[in-house]
């Protein structure tokens, strides 16, 4: 592949998956006007989606400057990066609403008369299963680049498809939870106190999370590698925010479905164990109740079936010189 080849018939608009960046950033700029005297920073979300764009402007006119895939790739990198700094931006839109974890916690106690993020742990404290399971989960990022990257690579036809089935599966997941104010076990066990959930009491909370950030440890092998790595990542970007459903499970969904379209039997084989460790850990280290993962799931697979079935309608998301054929 010659990365620096210059394209004969170079896209001239803007990607699918650029409009999808710009989409959600529109709307929720025009929810940060409309509640700004609500929201603790709004400026500072003004004027970090101003930059956004001028850092999409500025890629475009690199790529029209130099068409070639090493610039395409370039316009795909940062708005992936980016993905991890609009998850805590969900979290200043959704505190100004009342906190609704008590509803999810009630509701894996009936469904299982239990706590599962409560007792997973507990019944498994091996400091082996404790590893893999933070191993799985601290792998989420590395699944999706890898995904990524093999379509690039291995089937770049389908790469700006790819691209736009993540990354929209990313803004869904991101829109609900900047309109439903769920944050987890972690937050919420450590607001109400672990004796009151054993006891089976969930209250609400109201507003607490407003002002409050405060998490429990992760349950497991506190010397573990992964363990720490888990930790490190809790500390320096983790927020009350986006629990229902999991993107975790929900986008680990979306990258299986896509590895099964590349019928790479080996590729598909070494990612399912990691993936099933992922959506266990979920659970195991009080990230997520037992019912986020399992709508993670189903949301992510009607995402992924959603989103692909958009992308066969678009003519855009052909190569120029089959779009050119097809007129």
């Known amino acids: 592949m010659n990365f620096f080849k210059i394209e004969q018939n170079p896209r001239k608009g803007l990607y699918p998956f650029e409009w999808v960046v710009i989409a959600y950033l529109l709307l929720t700029l025009a929810f940060v006007f409309f509640a700004y005297t609500k929201l603790e920073n709004p400026e500072s979300m003004i004027t970090g989606r101003i930059r956004i764009l001028a850092m999409t402007a500025a890629l475009w006119i690199v790529y029209r400057l130099v068409p070639c895939r090493f610039t395409e790739f370039l316009r795909v990198l940062p708005q992936m990066a980016l993905l991890s700094v609009w998850y805590p931006d969900t979290y200043e839109i959704n505190r100004i609403f009342p906190n609704l974890d008590h509803w999810f916690a009630a509701a894996d106690q009936a469904l299982f008369g239990f706590q599962p993020a409560l007792l997973f742990a507990k019944a498994l404290p091996s400091p082996v299963v404790s590893e893999l399971m933070d191993m799985g989960y601290s792998m989420y990022y590395f699944i999706i680049a890898l995904v990524a990257l093999w379509y690039f690579f291995r089937r770049h036809d389908e790469f700006q498809k790819c691209v736009f089935i993540i990354m929209g599966s990313f803004f869904l997941f991101y829109i609900i939870f900047d309109l439903l104010p769920v944050v987890g076990p972690t937050f919420y066990y450590k607001a109400v106190g672990i004796d009151q959930i054993a006891k089976g009491a969930f209250p609400s909370v109201g507003d607490y999370f407003n002002q409050h950030t405060d998490c429990l440890p ?98 855009t998301f052909a190569p120029p010189s089959k779009r050119k054929r097809r007129k």
């Open 218 to 315: 992760s349950p497991g092998y506190t010397h573990g590698v992964f363990y720490q790595l888990v930790e490190t990542a809790k500390q320096a970007g983790e927020r009350p925010t986006a629990a229902f459903p999991s993107s975790h499970v929900g986008v680990a969904t979306v990258c299986m479905l896509l590895i099964l379209r590349t019928e790479s039997k080996s590729l598909f084989f070494i990612v399912l164990p990691v993936y099933f460790l992922l959506c266990l850990a979920t659970v195991y280290i009080q990230a997520h109740y037992a019912v986020d993962a399992i709508a993670g799931f189903f949301t992510g697979a009607a995402f992924f079936y959603g989103l692909l079935a958009v992308s066969n309608k678009m003519s």
